[in-house]
Structures are given as C-alpha cells and as structure tokens.
C-alpha cells in the first residue's frame, strides 16, 4: 500500500477544507492510498469541528496530524508555521518514510521542493492557482512595500521551480494550464499537468434530496414572501468578490422584477453588505442575509431563481474555479457571472447554465436581465452539466490517475 503524505495550508476544519480536501481523501483512502494529512487549524474553528473531522478520518483509515495556524505577525507567523511543518514532516517521515508527497498550494509546496530535494520523494505540486498573483490582484500584498514587494518576486522565482521540479502539477482550470504551457522559460515543456477543477459531492448537492416543505420553512424563516424572486450570493465577500457591482447589478434587476429579494448565504460581517445596499439605495427590505453550515447549504441554493457573483477579471482568477459555480449548477439553478475567471465561460457556454456578464455596466445587466426573462433553463440538463464536469468521483478518480502515474514513474 502506497502512503502518500497531503500537506494543507488550510484548515480541514474549516469549510473550504471540508468541501475541497477531505472529499477526495476519502476517495483516495477508499482505493486503496495510505494517507497521512497534515493541516494548519485556526484555533476556533478547530474547537469546533475537531471531533467530527477525527471521527471521519478515524472512519476512513486516514491519519490526521493537525497543527496550529499562526496569525501574528504577518510573514513572520508563516515563517513560524513552515519550521514547525519541516519538522514534523521529517519525523514523520524519518519513522516511516512517505512514497509521495501531495502539496496543496503554495506554503507547502515549499516543504515538497525540500523533501524532493533532500531526500528524493516523488512530489505532486497542487497549485490551486497563481497564489503569489492573487495576493497582489486581492490587494493582500502592496508592491509598493518593499517586503512584500520581495516576497512576492521570491514566490514567483519558486513558482517556475516547482513547475519544473515536480512530478506532476494540478491545475484548476484548463485556461492555467495553457498559460503554464506557454511559458518559455520553464524546460521541457510541456510539463505533465492534470485540470481538476473544484468539484463538489453531487449526493449532497442534490435537488431531488430537498423536500418542498424544507424550501417553504426556510423562506418563512428568512421572511420572503412567496411570491418573491429569490437572486442569491453563496460565499464569502471580499478580495475579489465585487459586492459594489454585484448590489449594481440588483439595482437593476429590481426595475424588471420588483418584487424580488437578494439573499447573501454567508458568514461575512452583514453591516458590509447592508453599508452597500443604502449607498446604492437599495431598500433594507429587499435584502437577506444569513449564515448557513454544510448540510443547509442545499436548501438555501434551492429557494433561488438564480444566483450571481461577480469576481474581479484579473490575471490570477484565469486559474480560479470558483467552489459555488459546480454547487449551484448542481442544483439546477442558473448562474449570474462575469466572463474572464477560469473556465466559467466555458462551462456556461457548454451546458447553458446561466448568463455571462462582459462590462460592469448598466447597459450590460440590463441586456443580461432582459435575456434572462426570456431564457429557459433547464433544470436537467444543468444537473447532467454538475455531473459530467464537476464530479468529485470523477475528481477522484483523475487523482488516482496522477498518483498510478507518478508512483509507476511514467
């Protein structure tokens, strides 16, 4: 049996962990993998969820080493977290040495060269996107300073080294891997890369799985009336996520359909997005916004008409596969998006399942709205779009292709 060690900057207790990583480790356990992961838990969320991420590893035969994510200060707290990661992964792997190592990102990537390096572990590099683009392009990091300024040029020199250094790369989106391939400056090329994008677990996102009576009590929790249009936003704001552009945009779906609700399904802080919605003069009355945990998340995508997010179009949300994109079109709910991200405009296209917005403009949403109210989608077909693209068996089971592939040599 193969033991493979997957490294994780974020959190499993975290919700991106457990729609994004925990997943496919249950399927890689499940054929036959010896996993080992290793994660950086944020202390509340950790208190949390440990006891149910513990059960599911337990139950799944994988072996879970969580470690503290350090907060402060910045860069000299990740410094702190990436010692204490080398070391543990060298005694871990001093006790029972590891076949090969799956990096998740950047951060760890860095412990991945090492380990190749020092003691020559076949290395997945799992990008997950430009990392060190997307810190500039969400404003995380200033050029104008000059530390992040050198971080930022040291991240993309190690960029191009894990590109060429490891065994096999995981991209996101085709549009990252056509880019990648076209860089002249990385040797032979073209590297071997595997495109998965974010999949989702279509048993838990599954319409026929909510009852009517489930939407009817969540609508009378939230108080929308039935009657209403429901245009929701799944996720987190801020970074990218264009709140400013994405309330425009329901300025103006209010003068076709008046009587509709917009619904946030998010943790966020609701004075950022209420603070929005009067600076743009929409009524209080028309908003919604409530949290929602995993196994809720279902029904709430199911009250909505539609759903919209718009992402800023720069250059590192070429790689993106935004996570809600394959939950809501999973759902048999048209999407509301800007053209430019990842492979969005493709999966759009393919399986017409919603509308494209290409200018952060009146006139743009206008024509969007106007195509919307002629438009049919079908419920159906969206869902057979979820199955064929964003799958989380087929995501395994292209895991398992790179793992056979890298582990054999080939």
């Not at 319409?207 to 108080?223: D, E, G, M, Q, T």
């Amino acid at each position: 049996m193969s033991r493979i060690l997957f490294l994780s900057y974020d959190g499993i207790t975290d919700p991106l962990g457990q729609s994004q990583v925990l997943p496919y480790l249950v399927g890689l356990s499940r054929s036959g993998y010896d996993i080992t992961l290793i994660s950086f838990e944020k202390p509340e969320r950790f208190t949390e969820g440990r006891t149910a991420i513990e059960q599911l590893c337990h139950a799944n035969k994988i072996h879970w080493h969580p470690l503290t994510y350090s907060r402060k200060p910045p860069v000299l707290s990740t410094l702190k977290d990436l010692f204490l990661l080398r070391m543990h992964v060298h005694k871990l792997h001093r006790d029972c040495p590891f076949d090969a190592l799956h990096c998740r990102s950047y951060i760890t990537g860095l412990i991945g060269q090492w380990m190749k390096r020092r003691f020559g572990v076949k290395w997945i590099f799992d990008m997950r996107g430009f990392w060190a683009d997307e810190r500039v392009d969400g404003k995380i990091w200033g050029l104008k300073n000059p530390l992040y300024r050198m971080i930022y040029r040291f991240f993309k020199k190690k960029e191009r080294q894990f590109i060429e250094e490891a065994d096999h790369i995981i991209s996101l989106t085709d549009q990252a891997r056509s880019i990648i391939h076209s860089w002249t400056i990385v040797p032979g090329q073209p590297v071997p890369i595997t495109v998965i994008p974010c999949c989702v677990d279509l048993r838990h996102f599954d319409p026929a799985s909510v009852a009517i009576s489930a939407k009817l009590s969540l609508r009378h929790k939230l108080n929308i009336p039935d009657t209403s249009r429901v245009i929701s936003y799944v996720g987190s704001i801020g970074s990218w996520y264009m709140l400013p552009e994405m309330m425009g945009f329901f300025v103006r779906w209010l003068l076709k359909f008046p009587d509709s609700i917009f619904l946030f399904i998010s943790q966020d802080d609701p004075a950022i997005i209420l603070q929005e919605a009067i600076k743009q003069g929409v009524s209080l009355d028309k908003i919604r916004i409530s949290g929602a945990i995993r196994p809720d998340m279902p029904t709430y995508i199911s009250i909505s008409d539609c759903s919209v997010f718009f992402i800023e179009p720069v250059f590192s949300k070429k790689a993106s596969s935004p996570t809600k994109q394959g939950e809501i079109m999973a759902m048999g709910v048209p999407v509301i998006c800007n053209s430019g991200v990842g492979d969005t405009d493709s999966v759009i296209r393919a399986w017409n399942s919603g509308l494209l917005v290409d200018q952060f403009t009146s006139t743009s949403y206008d024509q969007v709205i106007n195509d919307f109210q002629k438009a049919h989608f079908d419920t159906h077909a969206m869902r057979n779009g979820a199955v064929a693209f964003f799958s989380l068996d087929e995501g395994v089971n292209r895991y398992k292709n790179v793992y056979e592939r890298v582990l054999s040599g080939r």
